[in-house]
């Protein structure tokens, strides 16, 4: 994806124009996701990536913004008003739900299932509840850039890196 040099409002665009011709709003579902935090160096970072279904409201959110077409929703890490108080977090996704009206799908509350990943010899690699339960034994391979994740870093000078997964 090229760049154009500029201001942070235009990578935004360049990165919703790549999203839209890429299809990762499938059905014209799905928002941007954007989590600001600071590296060790204290400049700024940006991962950015698109969700289809209604996760956001495990996460914190503290703002929105619009651009174009997409919705992006945005837990700045950095900032001081960044809170994980869960009365907080339902708060904000009443709020949050008009906004995002019929962008996503809804994920199914599956609380009583656990799903469970194995090694070849047999060993528990994690187990997830909420997921529906795995039938049979077997590895997940993910390829590609399913979410179109790509993440920026603001230089002190002025400049930025951009990383992808391929």
């Known amino acids: 994806m090229e760049i154009p040099q500029g201001d942070r409002v235009r990578i935004l665009m360049s990165y919703e124009a790549e999203s839209m011709k890429l299809n990762f709003f499938p059905n014209q579902k799905g928002v941007a996701m954007m989590e600001i935090t600071r590296n060790k160096d204290g400049e700024e970072v940006w991962d950015l990536y698109i969700e289809i279904d209604d996760r956001y409201r ?96 603001f230089k002190r000078d002025g400049t930025y890196t951009l990383q992808k997964s391929v």
């Open 58 to 153: 495990d996460l914190p959110i503290n703002k929105y913004s619009m651009m174009g077409h997409m919705l992006i929703l945005i837990t700045d890490r950095s900032a001081t008003t960044f809170s994980t108080d869960s009365l907080v977090r339902q708060e904000r996704n009443k709020c949050l739900e008009k906004i995002v009206g019929s962008r996503l799908y809804q994920r199914n509350d599956r609380s009583d299932d656990v799903s469970v990943a194995y090694t070849p010899a047999g060993k528990v690699i994690w187990e997830k509840p909420g997921i529906p339960k795995m039938k049979r034994r077997g590895m997940w391979i993910m390829l590609g850039n399913a979410k179109n994740q790509t993440i920026i870093t």
